[in-house]
């Protein structure tokens, strides 16, 4: 199981939204998990400024923590297998035309937010590098 370090965390979270965003895909396609945030109710989503839906997610707990300790403190953190990820979670998202918000950050709204089918697409690309 792959172990943070704290100075890689520091440094993910000062890169820039599309560096997040490949480390992301890299790293869930590897590890084989996501993490994102839910309440009693289900996961947990944002919006942008045009009322858009999108699924926050991280590719480690620790970057979801991060933010988890501000505004979305009384929420749970939730691990998603890369099968739960790609066969239910994703396909769901798309057909309910809700986006991902892929490894936001405290402290900046710089965030690629992009269709399901999308990031499905990127992180099956990603997980034939590994097979």
Same mark, same amino acid.
Not at 16 to 24: G, L, N, P, T, W
């Given at each position: ?24 895909? $890299? ?15 289900? &996961?947990? %989503? ?33 691990? @998603? ?7 239910? @979670?994703?396909?769901?998202?798309? $057909? ?16 690629? %937010? ?15 590098? &590994?097979?």
């Amino acid at each position: 199981m792959y172990k943070l370090s704290p100075k890689e965390i520091e440094v993910m979270v000062n890169k820039s939204a599309k560096d997040r965003y490949i480390y992301f895909v $890299k790293r869930v396609a590897d590890q084989g998990a996501a993490w994102t945030l839910k309440d009693k109710e289900g &996961f947990v %989503t944002t919006s942008d400024s045009e009322a858009s839906l999108a699924l926050p997610i991280w590719p480690f707990k620790e970057y979801a923590s991060k933010l988890k300790e501000n505004e979305w403190k009384d929420l749970e953190l939730k691990k @998603i297998s890369f099968k739960q990820l790609s066969k239910e @979670i994703l396909p769901n998202l798309s $057909k309910d035309s809700v986006n991902v918000a892929v490894f936001m950050v405290p402290n900046t709204n710089e965030v690629v %937010t992009v269709s399901a089918d999308r990031l499905l697409d990127d992180l099956l690309n990603e997980q034939s590098n &590994f097979l």
